[in-house]
Every structure is written in structure tokens, then in C-alpha cells.
């Protein structure tokens, strides 16, 4: 079964700490994978869209990596903010069909001043 | 830029009444789709349109749900009669999806929170 599983459920850590999520997922044959930051009571926002040849990519103090042959991301955010506090969301699409995603259950971040 | 828009925001009504929910798609995009989110479950995928054509439906619940698109710019999801459980945030998410591109991301909107009273 296509299955995105995520770690930590959740994490709280101090403003200007770094952090590290993890996504482990079964997804086979695999096409890409997301990460997605979901704001309280906003939808989920795009970070990084990672393909099977790529295995890191950064957005501002986001960046992402993916081993494709152990089935392993992580985004790693660096200097957090305030702001950062949110779900975040992995989320793999595996190949061949249209664009259906399989989605993890997120970490939410806490990050206290 | 617009993104998605999805109308309301938030909706409460008494069990058994009909609900529709609205989204606008951002304009070019040709793929829409429809989830809900609950704390339980995360976000679960109900239906998919591509070119305004339902593909995937195997997500709705049950025939209490509908969902049509009926031009490129406009869905609705409508669920009739409401019931307590179908209480949750419903997404609607658009994208292009082109034949060699299945990379370019899903924008969500900032969802309706639907409370079945």
C-alpha cells in the first residue's frame, strides 16, 4: 500500500534554533515528491517539488533532500522564525495517471521566542 | 495574482440542509481538485477534474456528495443532506498538468470550514 509517513507528529523549538523533518514513504514507481508549509487556517503553500534525480533543493532557509533509494526526505529549516510555525506536509506523487498525490499526516512546528 | 478562491469561508448549517461550496480555479490552470481535511484523517482527495471532466470521483464519500464543473473557472461541491460527520476544512487545489509535465505544483485555496450542526 502507497503509504507517506512523517516524523516528528509534532516539535517546538526556539526562535533562531534549526530543525530537521523527516518523511519516510512506499510510494513505488515514484514520480516526485513535495513539501508543503500549511499556515492555521490557511491552505497548504508550496516549498520544494523534488523529482527522482534530484536530491536537494533549497527555498530561502528551506531546503530539502531526498534519497530515493532508501525512500527518505527531510526538510531542514534554519534559523527559525515566528513565522515558520506551521504543519508541514510531504506529500509523493507516484508516476504514470494524472496528478493524484499521496499525502503524510505533517508535523506541526512550533517555534516560541 | 490571484490564487484559487473559495467561497465561504465558513459555512454552519443544521443537519439535513444542502451545503455548496464554491471554488474559482487559478485562470490557466486545467486540472481542479476537491479534498477535505479533518484532524483524523489529513487531507484526503475527493474528486479530480481535468479539462473540466470529472476523472477521479473514488473519493467521495457517498451520493450525498456532488461535484460539477461546469467551465474552467468555476466548480461547486455540493452535499445534500448534510450530516454531522461531513463537519471538516474542504480544499479546493488547482494546477496545469500538461502531458510531459507532471511536476508543476497544486495551489490551494484557504478552504471553507463546513460545521453540520
Known amino acids: 500500500k502507497n503509504q507517506v509517513e512523517q516524523s516528528p507528529q509534532s516539535l517546538i523549538i526556539l526562535e533562531g534554533k534549526n530543525c530537521t523533518l523527516q518523511?519516510?514513504?512506499?510510494?513505488?514507481?515514484?514520480?516526485?515528491l513535495r513539501w508543503y508549509k500549511q499556515d492555521t487556517g490557511r491552505g497548504p503553500v508550496s516549498l520544494t517539488i523534488?523529482?527522482?534525480?534530484?536530491n536537494t533543493k533549497s527555498n530561502g532557509r528551506y531546503t530539502a533532500t531526498l534519497d530515493a533509494d532508501t525512500k527518505q526526505s527531510s526538510l531542514h529549516i534554519t534559523a527559525s522564525q515566528l513565522s515558520d510555525s506551521a504543519s508541514y506536509i510531504c506529500?509523493?506523487?507516484?508516476?504514470?495517471?494524472?496528478?493524484?498525490?499521496?499525502f503524510g499526516a505533517g508535523t506541526r512546528l512550533a517555534v516560541h521566542p | 495574482d490571484a490564487g484559487v478562491i473559495q467561497s465561504p469561508r465558513h459555512e454552519v448549517t443544521e443537519m439535513g440542509q444542502e451545503v455548496t461550496l464554491r471554488c474559482k480555479p487559478i485562470?490557466?490552470?486545467?486540472?481542479l481538485f476537491w479534498y477535505r481535511q479533518t484532524m483524523m484523517r489529513g487531507l484526503e482527495l475527493l474528486i479530480y477534474?481535468?479539462?473540466?471532466?470529472?476523472?477521479?470521483d473514488s473519493g467521495m464519500p457517498e451520493d450525498r456528495f456532488s461535484a460539477k464543473m461546469p467551465n474552467a473557472s468555476f466548480s461547486t461541491l455540493k452535499i445534500q443532506p448534510s450530516e454531522p460527520r461531513d463537519s471538516a476544512v474542504y480544499f479546493c487545489?488547482?494546477?496545469?498538468?500538461?502531458?510531459?509535465?507532471?511536476?508543476?505544483?497544486?495551489?490551494f485555496g484557504d478552504g471553507t470550514r463546513l460545521s453540520i450542526l
Open positions: 477534474f481535468n479539462n473540466n471532466v470529472p476523472i477521479d
Open positions: 523534488m523529482t527522482f534525480s534530484e
Open positions: 487545489a488547482s494546477s496545469y498538468v500538461g502531458l510531459r509535465d507532471s511536476n508543476q505544483p497544486q495551489h
Open positions: 485562470s490557466g490552470h486545467n486540472s
Open positions: 518523511c519516510n514513504y512506499t510510494v513505488s514507481p515514484f514520480s516526485n
Open positions: 506529500v509523493v506523487k507516484g508516476q504514470g495517471g494524472y496528478n493524484k498525490l499521496i
